[in-house]
C-alpha cells in the first residue's frame, strides 16, 4: 500500500475508488473496502481509498480535543490490511470545504480515471455536503464511473457508526467498541520517562504518549493487549490521575504494566489494545492496598487472555 498526502501525485488507470473518514475503519468502514477491493481486484485495476483529515467536523464545527479513533497513519495501516493498493489522505480545511461536488470529482477523475466509486447510503461531499448519491451517479454519467452504493452494516439493531464507538469508549465500554470495530480498539505511544513509582513498588509500568487528539477509554484500569516490536503481551492499563499518588494532579496518563516483561521500554514505540474494562481508578488508604489490587488486576487480565485464547471471549 502507497499513502499520499495529496492527490497531485499520483496517476492511474481505471481505478476503484472508496471515499469517506473512515476514522476507526468499523465493520461498517470494512464493508465498503471490501467490495472495493473484491471489485477492484476483478476488474484487474488498482483500489484507492480517499480519505480526510482533519475530520471535517473538527474544522467546520470547531470541535477540539481528544475526538480520533484512528490517526491517519493507523487509518491506512488498517486499510492497508483490507488489501487496498493506495490511499491519499486529503487536507481538509475551510478552503477545501468550499470546494464543490463536481470539481472535486472531476479532480478525482483527472488523476484516477475511476470505474467505479465506492460509497456508504448516507455519503455526501463537497460544499454543503451538496454531492449526495443523485448528484455523484449524474457526475458519473457524465465522467463515465458507475456508483455502488454498500449498505449500511447494524449490530444489535442499530446501525454502526463512529459516533456510537465513540459513546462506547467514553464509557468504558471497550468490549462493546470492540464488536462493532471488529478489532480491539487501540492507541499506540512511545514509552517516556516517568516517576519510576511503579518499579519501587515491585510492579514497573511504562507511561505511554499518546497523541493528544486520539480518544481515550473511560478513565479506569483495562486488562489490555500490547504489541511490542513483533510481539505480544498481556498488560493491565491504567488511563487516569493516579488519584493515590498524585491527588491534586488533572493530567491524564497511560500507565502499562506488561505481564512477565522487565526490560528497558524508553523510547520504544508500543500499541495497547484494549480487551476489557477491569474497574474504576481508585484512591488507596495506602500504598500496600494499591499493590493488593494490581495483582488482583493482573490475575483478573490473565483469566481474561486465557478466555481469549479459547475463543470464548
Not at 455519503?123 to 452504493?149: H, M, P, Q, T
Not at 481508585?282 to 488486576?297: M, P, S, T, Y
Request: charged residues 25%; aromatic residues 8%; glycine residues 8%.
Amino acid at each position: 500500500m502507497q499513502h499520499f498526502q495529496s492527490i497531485s501525485d499520483l496517476f492511474l488507470e481505471e481505478s476503484w475508488i472508496a471515499i469517506g473518514i473512515f476514522d476507526g475503519v468499523h465493520l461498517g468502514h470494512q464493508s465498503i473496502i471490501r467490495n472495493l477491493v473484491t471489485g477492484a481486484t476483478s476488474a484487474g485495476s488498482p483500489s484507492v481509498v480517499v480519505t480526510f483529515f482533519p475530520h471535517p467536523k473538527k474544522v467546520l464545527y470547531g470541535i477540539s480535543g481528544q475526538f480520533y479513533l484512528t490517526s491517519p497513519e493507523e487509518r491506512a495501516e488498517l486499510l492497508s490490511d483490507l488489501g487496498v493498493d493506495y490511499v491519499i489522505t486529503q487536507l481538509f480545511d475551510e478552503k477545501f470545504s468550499k470546494t464543490s461536488a463536481v470539481a472535486y470529482m472531476r479532480k478525482l477523475h483527472d488523476h484516477l480515471k475511476m470505474k467505479c466509486l465506492n460509497i456508504g447510503v448516507d455519503f455526501a461531499l463537497g460544499r454543503d455536503r451538496e454531492g449526495n448519491i443523485e448528484l455523484l451517479e449524474k457526475i458519473g454519467n457524465d465522467l463515465g464511473y458507475s456508483v455502488n452504493v454498500v449498505s449500511p452494516k447494524s449490530f444489535n439493531g442499530l446501525v454502526i457508526s463512529s459516533s456510537m464507538i465513540r459513546n462506547a469508549l467514553l464509557s468504558g465500554d471497550v468490549a462493546y467498541s470492540h464488536e462493532l470495530l471488529g478489532h480491539p480498539y487501540q492507541v499506540d505511544g512511545v514509552v517516556i520517562p516517568g516517576d519510576g513509582r511503579g518499579r519501587l513498588l515491585g510492579i514497573p509500568t511504562a507511561n505511554v504518549d499518546v497523541w493528544e487528539e486520539k480518544l481515550l477509554p473511560k478513565v479506569g484500569v483495562y486488562a489490555c493487549r500490547v504489541l511490542l516490536e513483533g510481539s505480544s503481551f498481556g498488560a493491565v492499563t491504567n488511563i487516569g490521575v493516579r488519584p493515590t499518588f498524585d491527588s491534586d494532579s488533572l493530567a491524564t496518563r497511560v500507565e502499562t504494566h506488561i505481564l512477565n516483561f522487565d526490560r528497558d521500554l524508553y523510547g520504544k514505540k508500543l500499541r495497547i489494545q484494549f480487551l476489557k474494562r477491569l474497574r474504576e481508578e481508585i484512591r488507596f488508604k495506602d500504598v500496600q492496598k494499591l499493590i493488593e489490587q494490581i495483582l488482583c488486576d493482573i490475575e483478573s487480565t490473565k483469566e481474561i487472555l486465557k478466555i481469549e485464547r479459547e475463543g470464548g471471549y
